[in-house]
């Protein structure tokens, strides 16, 4: 059972443009959800996380859009960048994250120069 | 400051051999996850560890796989014998608990099993 659905798998932006990645989760009782960006051979890193009680957080170019009723979030990469190239996780977990990460199956973007 | 540090980060591997990953928290954290990530099934929880205490082992696929923490700064996993299936890159990664709640992966240890 898929937790968390993450959408698209792949994703081809041109530079500068804007990249959006989408999630959906089922548990009700979630109440941390990040982000995770990953390079190739290296592991993922957080790039942005957010809590239920605010509906967007900002921070640089990167965006999270929270929609609590729909159970749905989603990454926005404004003025994207070749140097934003990597797989992109979105993530959720019970107890602020100190139960663990279920994580979604990741995007591959990539940034056409 | 480190993070956190796996060995080996390659490992080819006959099947029915047995494999011993291993991981070294950052200093100071007190969880402690083992993560699995395949292109079909992408990034999977096997178990994790709170103050060296195994908490949650229901991600573990088989009882061909078992996971130690002797202490707060040492962690293998171990699968014996292991199996074509197995092929995949395995994670550690710790956190420090009531915190920010973020996780702090490692490399990874890509293990083949031939």
Partial sequence: QQQVKQSPQSLIVQKGGISIINCAYENTAFDYFPWYQQFPGKGP???????????????????ISFNKSAKQFSLHIMDSQPGDSATY????????????????????????? | DAGVIQSPRHEVTEMGQEVTLRCKPISGHNSLFWYRQTMMRGLELLIYFNNNVPI????????????KMPNASFSTLKIQP?????????????????????????????????
């Fill in chain 1, 89 to 113: 996780f979105c993530a959720a977990s019970k107890g602020g994250g100190a139960d663990g990460l279920t994580f979604g199956k990741g995007t591959h973007l990539i940034i056409q120069p």
């Fill in chain 2, 82 to 114: 292991s199996e074509p299936r197995d092929s995949a890159v395995y994670f550690c990664a710790s956190s420090l608990q009531g915190w920010t709640g973020e996780l702090f992966f490692g490399e990874g240890s890509r293990l083949t099993v031939l």
């Fill in chain 2, 56 to 67: 949650d082992d229901s991600g573990m696929p088989e009882d061909r796989f078992s996971a």
């Fill in chain 1, 45 to 63: 890193a957080l790039l942005i996380a957010i809590r239920p009680d605010v509906s967007e957080k900002k921070e640089g170019r990167f965006t």
